[in-house]
């Protein structure tokens, strides 16, 4: 069995795999204050909680994006396991050709979603992770890593809207009953709802104009499920996705 565990800015997934088999994905909540032994015991309750044997761990694999949590779930993860921990990042083997300006700069997480993507779909491709931020990754029809788009996420946008507004309350991300909102919640929901699908839907487009070709749509990410089923494009939604490239680096890497 492999832990592989995703660092993000809002959430840690944690998600436990056996040959291709997803046996368990958990949350926690990204706490940077955190130490080492909190993780360790956070980390050992979800696995009691799923009857997984430690012992039964023969690697991990972490993707984050924030570094200084990065070596304090690494440790954790050690500690634990006993087992090597590999980190996404320079020197890591993913069979993906990235041609920012700058590769280095690319984030694990992408990174992961991209690898996952280019070896369960066909190319070329869109994929959309909903996270904190929302992140929009091209590959074209050689399964090369074009770049993409980072967009602020719903949550990071509604709290704004609340945060410097007197009399908007917070608000669910529940879709409202019908477009046109007859109330203020209501007006709230359908706007972020509806607004951020045809913003994808948008986007979506603009990139198949720029490739020239149509492209596999993917989307993944904590907070896929609230907006892609109101996108008028088609999108497939993998909530596995991030992990299940993960699973593929950990394997390409593994000795």
């Known amino acids: 069995m492999v832990l592989a565990v995703d660092i993000g800015n809002s959430n840690i997934v944690i998600g436990c795999f056996e040959n291709d088999s997803v046996l368990f994905i958990e949350r926690l909540s990204t706490n940077q204050q955190c130490t080492a032994l909190e993780y360790v015991i956070s980390i050992k309750n979800i696995m009691e909680l799923n009857d997984i044997d430690l012992k039964s761990i023969e690697g991990c694999i972490i993707s984050s994006v924030v570094p200084s949590v990065t070596e304090t779930v690494r440790t954790a993860l ?3 396991t006993h087992t090597r921990v590999m980190t996404v990042g320079p020197g890591i083997k993913t069979g993906l050709k990235i041609l920012l300006d700058n590769p280095v ?9 991209a690898v996952a993507a280019v070896n369960l779909y066909p190319a070329p491709l ?11 990754s091209v590959i074209d029809e050689n399964k090369d890593y074009l770049g993409g788009m980072i967009i602020p996420g719903l949550r990071v946008s509604l709290d704004s809207l609340t945060m410097r507004t007197s009399q908007l309350p917070k608000i669910g991300l529940e879709p409202p009953k019908k477009v046109i909102g007859a109330n203020t919640v209501d007006c709230m929901k359908s706007g972020i709802i509806y607004y951020s699908a045809a913003g994808l839907d948008g986007v979506i ?6 490739l020239g070709k149509k492209c596999t749509v993917v989307s993944t990410g904590g907070l896929a499920d609230k907006i892609i ?3 008028k494009r088609e999108i497939i939604i993998d909530e596995q996705l991030l992990l299940k490239g993960l699973m593929i680096i950990y394997n390409k890497n593994k000795k």
């Open 205 to 210: 487009e603009r990139i198949e104009e720029t």
């Open 78 to 80: 050690e500690r634990l």
């Open 105 to 113: 700069q690319l984030g694990s997480d992408r990174v992961a979603d």
């Open 126 to 136: 869109i994929i959309i992770d909903m996270g904190t931020a929302t992140t929009v």
């Open 229 to 231: 089923p109101h996108c």
